[in-house]
Nanobody, 125 residues
């Protein structure tokens, strides 16, 4: 079992930055690929970014490439999403998620094993 708790959301003006954190319980943090998804009102939950179990490989959705950066600290069971140059269209609830590394990466949210409760990010224009 893995429990995930997000933090760091808030209100920011367009062009600003936020850093989200996701703290995980459990002793097998490095055996999970970690990811971020987001869900805007009236829209489906969509993939944002992911990072491999040991942090050597990252994956980003096209809308956030060059603006968002994922990292993880396996000694602290924590991962991060640094979000720069934020746009109003980035407004959403952001969820962290864990996916077993025993499978190939999939961006389909049904393949992710554990989810946090979400944190709201609001970008004003």
């Amino acid at each position: 079992q893995v429990q995930l708790v997000e933090s760091g959301g808030g209100l920011v003006q367009a062009g600003g930055s936020l850093r989200l954190s996701c703290a995980a319980s459990g002793r097998t943090f490095s055996s999970y690929r970690m990811g971020w998804f987001r869900q805007a009102p009236g829209k489906d939950r969509e993939f944002v970014a992911a990072i491999s179990g040991v942090g050597g490989t990252t994956y980003y959705a096209d809308p956030v490439k060059g603006r968002f950066t994922m990292s993880r600290d396996n000694t602290q069971n924590t991962m991060y999403l640094q979000m720069n140059s934020l746009k109003p269209e980035d407004t959403a609830v952001y969820y962290c998620a864990a996916q077993s590394t025993f499978r190939s990466i999939s961006y389909d949210r049904s393949t992710w094993n554990y989810w946090g409760q979400g944190t709201q990010v609001t970008v004003s224009s």
